[in-house]
């Protein structure tokens, strides 16, 4: 029978590097919205979600599962997408969406650009003086 609860056990998140502090980012990110005439905030819908972890990565990221509640009937599962609220979720999706930003094609590069300094996570923060450039990043 599976050990419930062990004590002075190692969690996954205790197990997995997180990457760089992105709090430290927020500051400078604060003090550039506050930079033009109008501020601009977008979020990535299901970022977490979006992002596929290889087939030969996953059995990093097993759960097991009580079938109806019973600990005799235990089930593995192995997850296929980013985890929301593993500690290395926010840099995968950082490191992801740089990847993306640096494969652009030319005509999308201003905006690629703009969008590099301004994400935190999931989320876009910046400003621009004109609505033709709030149009352009839109």
């Not at 990110?29 to 972890?53: E, H, M, P, W, Y």
């Not at 759960?63 to 192995?78: A, Q, S, V």
Request: hydrophobic content about 40%; aromatic content about 10%; overall charge neutral.
């Amino acid at each position: 029978m599976l050990q419930r609860n062990k004590k002075n056990g190692s969690s996954l998140n205790s197990c997995l590097e997180k990457g760089p502090n992105l709090v430290e980012l927020i500051p400078s990110i604060l003090n550039r919205f506050r930079l033009g005439t109008f501020g601009v905030i977008a979020d990535i819908k299901k970022a977490f979600l979006q992002i596929s972890i290889d087939d030969k990565d996953r059995d990093y990221l097993r759960f097991l599962w009580f079938e109806n509640g019973d600990p005799d009937k235990l089930k593995i599962y192995r997850h296929k997408r980013v985890v929301f609220g593993i500690n290395a979720s926010p840099f995968l999706l950082g490191a992801t969406i740089l990847y993306h930003l640096d494969n652009v094609p030319e005509h999308l590069q201003e905006v690629a650009k703009k969008l590099r300094t301004s994400m935190y996570v999931d989320n876009c923060v910046t400003s621009l003086d004109t609505i033709e450039e709030v149009e352009s990043l839109y």
